[in-house]
């Protein structure tokens, strides 16, 4: 349990990260490339037309996609290995690749910024919500990170035996396909936050471990856990070599 209370404590300062480095952004006047950005193909008001004139059904499946599946991926993914399997070093990568990713992406946005399709009069804002706003803005655009995120998600279960993979990557295909219904982004975001999401799940261990180690140190548990590791390794390593020699 105090496995689990230590990362219920320490992960909240991931996104105190993000926020630190948002409102440093906003002492910088970062450059706007939307002027460059429209004349990309798709990134018109004719793509966006087509888009948000579909059925209201479809418009009102995907504004609930954007609206809530986002965070359900998030929290519900970490949530999935920390407390329901119990996977601690799973649950510690997954969120250390999304703080990186904040970090990041924080960079880019003090610097670079782009104005969504909507605020161009490009799309139509289908959300309309302002307290989206609070803890980000609709200039952080490249790379989309509600996109990065999902297609992260995907990647990290990509390896799980468990069917609940199934809804992860569905979550990594419709919630970058509801910001363009929405009018929140433009393709070339899309395109950048899948991108994004293979660097990042790329990113060596090397850090993720030694964060890992240090929540376990916290939660009084460093030793324990080595053993375990070192004992899974150990097992691996036996049954990699019984198949080399046909054992297996």
Same mark, same amino acid.
């Given at each position: 349990?105090?496995?689990?209370?230590?990362?219920?404590?320490?992960?909240?300062?991931?996104?105190?990260?993000?926020?630190?480095?948002?409102?440093?952004?906003?002492?910088?006047?970062?450059?706007?490339?939307?002027?460059?950005?429209?004349?990309?193909?798709? &990134?018109?008001?004719?793509?966006?037309?087509?888009?948000?004139?579909?059925?209201?059904?479809?418009?009102?499946?995907?504004?609930?996609?954007?609206?809530?599946?986002?965070?359900? &991926?998030?929290?519900?993914?970490?949530?999935?290995?920390?407390?329901?399997?119990?996977?601690?070093?799973?649950?510690?990568?997954?969120?250390?690749?999304? +703080?990186?990713?904040?970090?990041?992406?924080?960079?880019?946005?003090?610097?670079?910024?782009?104005?969504?399709?909507?605020?161009?009069?490009?799309?139509?804002?289908?959300?309309?919500?302002?307290?989206?706003?609070?803890?980000?803005?609709?200039?952080?655009?490249?790379?989309?990170?509600?996109?990065?995120?999902?297609?992260?998600? +995907?990647?990290?279960?990509?390896?799980?035996?468990?069917?609940?993979?199934?809804?992860?990557?569905?979550?990594?295909?419709?919630?970058?396909?509801?910001?363009?219904?929405?009018?929140?982004?433009?393709?070339?975001?899309?395109?950048?936050?899948?991108?994004?999401?293979?660097?990042?799940?790329?990113?060596?261990?090397?850090?993720?471990?030694?964060?890992?180690?240090?929540?376990?140190?916290?939660?009084?548990?460093?030793?324990? &856990?080595?053993?375990? &590791?070192?004992?899974?390794?150990?097992?691996?390593?036996?049954?990699?070599?019984?198949?080399?020699?046909?054992?297996?």
């Amino acid at each position: 349990m105090k496995m689990i209370k230590t990362r219920l404590i320490t992960y909240p300062i991931a996104y105190i990260m993000w926020g630190g480095l948002m409102w440093y952004s906003q002492i910088i006047s970062p450059i706007d490339l939307t002027h460059y950005l429209i004349h990309i193909p798709l &990134c018109n008001a004719g793509f966006y037309h087509i888009l948000q004139t579909s059925p209201y059904w479809v418009i009102e499946f995907f504004r609930i996609i954007y609206l809530y599946s986002f965070s359900i &991926c998030i929290i519900g993914g970490i949530g999935y290995y920390l407390i329901i399997k119990k996977d601690y070093l799973k649950a510690d990568i997954i969120l250390i690749d999304i +703080a990186l990713g904040w970090l990041i992406a924080g960079l880019i946005y003090t610097f670079v910024v782009v104005q969504s399709p909507f605020q161009v009069g490009v799309a139509q804002d289908l959300i309309n919500t302002p307290y989206l706003w609070i803890f980000t803005k609709p200039t952080y655009e490249i790379p989309s990170l509600h996109t990065a995120y999902s297609v992260l998600m +995907a990647l990290h279960f990509k390896d799980e035996k468990s069917k609940i993979k199934y809804l992860f990557y569905a979550f990594g295909i419709l919630i970058p396909i509801s910001t363009l219904f929405m009018g929140q982004h433009w393709i070339i975001d899309v395109i950048t936050g899948i991108i994004f999401a293979y660097l990042l799940y790329r990113i060596p261990k090397e850090v993720h471990l030694k964060i890992h180690h240090a929540l376990n140190y916290l939660a009084g548990s460093y030793g324990i &856990c080595e053993r375990m &590791c070192e004992k899974n390794i150990e097992i691996t390593n036996k049954v990699s070599g019984q198949r080399n020699r046909g054992l297996v």
